[in-house]
């Protein structure tokens, strides 16, 4: 990566994303290969709860020979407190880099502008670059490639559905995306991605049928209908996405040996049911276990740029 920081997916050319897969898939099969951060310690600012990012960061950096200290909204308090680009100022006297999880994207932009350290993006409320990059080594693991599979996203047009359509874009990927009326991705996002998806050999189609998303494709991935920071519209929600459940009825119209895919955490019964979560079917634990390969490639790469 040429870049000091990673902050969404559509920042990375296809060869990037290739070259972190390949060093993820490395990484994978010998774990303690690599001691890029030996002597560092990185922060994780998180203002939103997290299981896996938190957990694959802190245990990925220690793989890596470095330390982590985690900063909740407790220690960091809002936006009131400190204005973060005085916080990136401060911290990066401190520390050797930055994994934040914000609210605002321009939050992680503006730390990222001031921080001569590189910060990596855990999730905003418009982006998941670390998920969307660890789902593509997990597609590619179990069908050898990524160009031409056909991945079917089922759910609301969030952070996850964003992040993964530019990665399938760059990739040559064939997706199609579901979602109620006004919860589609935004246009600017389909538009990029078709510019994007143009030049690498893939396709993006909309639609309002989870049945039309699903017919033949060899990946269903969903996400939860309520994001961090939008519980409040958890009610209306519910009922905007009647009909969009990925279990085993949708499972059928997909391709032989289709599989399930859900970044988690997973609300059982709502947007997959309980059964599909738990078939042969669902990778999503292998999806989960790719964070931790995936993100150890992406220190590899963002200190290999500095040097
Ligand atoms: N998928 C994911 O980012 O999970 P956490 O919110 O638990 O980190
Ligand atoms: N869209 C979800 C993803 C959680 C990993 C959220 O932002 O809450």
């Known amino acids: 990566m ?5 902050l969404t997916v559509r920042q990375l050319s296809a060869v990037q994303i290739n070259t972190l897969l390949k060093e993820a898939a490395a990484l994978k099969r010998k774990p303690l290969s690599r001691r890029t951060l030996s002597g560092k310690v990185i922060g994780l600012l998180f203002h939103k709860p997290s299981v896996r990012t938190r957990v694959s960061f802190e245990v990925g950096i220690r793989q890596l020979g470095g330390e982590s200290l985690y900063l909740g909204s407790g220690d960091l308090g809002g936006a009131s407190r400190e204005a973060p680009r005085d916080l990136a100022r401060v911290l990066c006297r ?6 934040a999880r914000t609210f605002a ?31 593509l080594l997990t597609i590619r693991e179990r069908f050898g ?22 990665g399938a874009a760059l990739t040559g990927i064939g997706m199609r995306v579901a979602t109620p009326a006004g919860h589609a991705p935004d246009p600017a996002t389909v538009a990029w991605c078709r510019g994007a998806a143009r030049k690498s050999g893939g396709t993006l189609l909309l639609t309002r049928d989870p049945r039309e998303a699903a017919e033949g494709a060899q990946v269903l991935y969903t996400d939860v209908w309520t994001s961090m920071g939008q519980e409040k519209e958890r009610v209306r929600r519910l009922k905007a996405f009647r009909g969009f459940q990925i279990n085993g009825p949708l499972m059928r119209r997909a391709a032989r040996g289709a599989v399930f895919m859900h970044c988690l955490p997973a ?37 290999r740029s500095k040097q």
């Open 267 to 303: 609300h059982r019964g709502e947007e997959v049911s309980s059964e599909l979560l738990d078939s042969p079917a669902s990778i999503v634990y292998d999806q989960a276990e790719n964070r931790l390969h995936l993100q150890k490639a992406v220190w590899v790469s963002l200190f």
């Open 94 to 99: 401190y520390l050797d880099g930055i994994v």
């Open 2 to 6: 040429k870049t000091t920081h990673l």
């Open 105 to 135: 994207q321009t939050d992680v932009t503006t730390l990222a502008e001031w921080s001569p350290i590189p910060v990596i993006n855990g999730l905003t409320d418009s982006d998941h670059p670390c998920q969307a990059l660890s789902d």
């Open 145 to 166: 490639k990524l160009r031409g599979i056909g991945l079917a996203y089922i759910g609301d047009g969030n952070n996850v559905c964003r992040s993964l359509m530019e």
